[in-house]
């Protein structure tokens, strides 16, 4: 069984551009969450997706980030236009529906902005 | 706000000794995580503790939960350096489906 894949790995990008990563959930994961660990610091949650709902967005830091999970399947998280302060690794992470259900995480993408 | 703190964040041992990861959280939740995360590779779920003495045990590896304490332990006994690894514990509520984290403790086992 595949597992949750995120592309691309790794990403270098200049400040004021605009970086889309995807995250391929396992098959028939309801949940999907977006997290990211900036400068080695704690894995913070950006937001959860319920199918293809926003279920909860409070982690995002502002609007120049735009998470899409069309149809319910896979996602997007796009950064327009990207500062300095978004590098770090974004994990992306799945799991199905249910109490005590383990999340299952990709590899990240490492996003650095120069 | 919850947060999750753990210690010791660095931590060197050597093979064959035994020693235990603490997971402080700050409010109420339902359910803690332990992750593993080797470098460069995606977190690994080890243990998902659910209620209050919730003991898993799995190789070498031990968690327990007690949340009255608000507290839980993650055990190593006689190390390896296979466990070499950074260790992440999380804490998540039932209806809010997103995880805290604490900031990870990087665990290095000598010969």
């Known amino acids: 069984e595949a597992g949750v894949t995120q592309f691309p790995s790794h990403s270098v990008i200049e400040k004021g551009q605009t970086v889309t990563l995807r995250c391929d959930p396992i098959?028939?994961?309801?949940?999907l969450y977006w997290y990211r660990r900036v400068m080695g610091k704690e894995i913070k949650f950006l937001l959860h997706f319920v199918k293809e709902s926003k279920q909860d967005e409070s982690g995002m830091p502002n609007n120049r980030f735009l998470a899409e999970r069309t149809g319910g399947t896979y996602s997007t998280l796009k950064v327009q236009p990207a500062e300095l302060e978004d590098s770090g690794v974004y994990f992306c992470?799945?799991?199905?529906?249910?109490?005590?259900?383990?999340?299952?995480f990709g590899q990240g993408t490492r996003l650095t902005v120069v | 706000e919850l947060k999750v703190e753990q210690n010791p964040l660095f931590l060197s041992m050597q093979e064959g000794k035994n020693y235990t990861i603490y997971c402080n959280y700050s409010t109420t939740s339902d359910r803690l995580y332990w992750y593993r995360q080797d470098p460069g590779k995606s977190l690994e779920s080890l243990f998902v503790?659910?209620?209050?003495?919730a003991v898993k045990q799995e190789g070498r590896l031990m968690a327990s939960l007690d949340t009255k304490a608000r507290l839980s332990t993650l055990h190593i006994t006689a190390a390896v350096h296979d466990l070499s690894a950074t260790y992440f514990c999380a804490v998540a509520n039932t209806n809010a489906g997103k995880s805290t984290f604490g900031d990870g403790t990087t665990l290095t086992v000598k010969p």
């Open positions: 098959s028939g994961h309801d949940n």
């Open positions: 992470a799945s799991s199905p529906i249910g109490q005590g259900m383990r999340a299952f």
């Open positions: 503790l659910l209620s209050n003495g």
